[in-house]
């Protein structure tokens, strides 16, 4: 009874709150003060034709390393408490049906480069380093279910995953020492709108990120393909 | 108008959707339904002219998630079947 009371004061609060919320709302007509500059400047001063990457990955650049740290610390820690005993000697698993196969060896490629294409294109299309890392990820999500046996090897993920986040790094520093500051993109010519090699080092931080996440992604689906069918007390 | 129709019966199914990841015995089911809504929400965000979200949610939401899900589901069976 006083539980069920206290969860209809609960929600009542709540509505109450999101009421006031609601009754308060007034939708703005225009962008406010940092968001104009953003709308406005943004395409003299980056040169990217798509204005969310020139906010993720010069404006906000520093925002953008934290969330590929974060996911990193996620990898580390995932594949740390995944630790498994008797990696390898695991049971071998029935073959994929045909039609799979077959799918995968015309599939695999053409969502690799989907997923190439999105990250160089990041400043001109839709999308960028995240979005294209995700997309390299579950290329690989493809061929463990379509080659089961395949073996597929840290080694060239880590090292990958580690010269990208370097190189990364190192070109926010060259921001600093050549440019108006860490990851700024002027290090490079801002070159002629719209193509390919324009908005200075953005495509390149953008393949950077994207080779990262993608390399941090696959690293974690790996994890968690390989404790399967293991036999180990730990978890 | 026709726009906003769309949308809303989107959200309708999303919505029919995280009932049925709730209240579903089936865990697969469940699993399987939390990556509709994902797919459901990437196609609203398209109308709602964010793409750059809309390819996260596609990529992240409804394939990476759902997998990593299926992995510790299948785990989780395993190690109760010993028991």
């Known amino acids: ?235 | 108008m026709i726009y906003s129709i769309i949308v809303l019966i989107l959200s309708l199914i999303m919505l029919v959707m995280a009932l049925v990841a709730i209240h579903h015995k089936s865990l697969q089911i469940a699993v399987i339904a939390s990556g509709i809504i994902s797919l459901f929400a990437s196609v609203v965000y398209i109308f709602l002219a964010a793409p750059d979200v809309a390819i996260t949610e596609a990529s992240i939401g409804s394939a990476l998630t759902v997998i990593i899900f299926f992995y510790v589901l299948n785990k989780i069976r395993h190690s109760d079947a010993k028991e």
């Open chain 1, 1 to 235: 009874m006083l539980r069920n009371s206290l969860r209809v004061i609960i929600i009542a609060a709540l509505g109450w709150i999101l009421f006031q919320v609601y009754s308060g709302y007034s939708s703005r007509d225009e962008l406010n003060e940092l968001a104009g500059y953003y709308a406005t400047e943004g395409l003299s001063e980056v040169g990217a034709a798509n204005l969310v990457t020139s906010v993720v990955v010069t404006y906000r650049g520093l925002d953008t390393l934290g969330e590929v740290t974060i996911l990193f610390l996620t990898a580390l820690i995932i594949g740390l408490m995944l630790k498994a005993e008797h990696r390898g000697d695991r049971t071998r698993l029935r073959e994929s049906s045909e039609f799979l196969v077959t799918a995968s060896h015309v599939l695999l490629p053409v969502i690799f480069m989907v997923g190439v294409y999105i990250f160089i294109n990041g400043h001109l299309t839709p999308g960028g380093g995240f979005q294209g890392g995700a997309i390299l990820a579950s290329t690989l999500i493809l061929m463990l279910l379509s080659f089961t046996n395949s073996k597929i090897s840290h080694k060239v993920l880590e090292i990958t995953e580690s010269v990208s986040g370097i190189s990364f790094i190192v070109l926010g520093i060259l921001g600093v020492i050549l440019a108006g500051g860490f990851l700024d993109n002027k290090i490079l010519p801002l070159g002629e709108f719209g193509k390919l090699f324009s908005a200075g080092a953005i495509p390149v931080i953008y393949s950077f990120i994207g080779l990262k996440v993608g390399a941090e992604l696959s690293t974690i689906i790996l994890e968690f393909n390989q404790i399967q069918g293991t036999d180990d007390k730990s978890l």
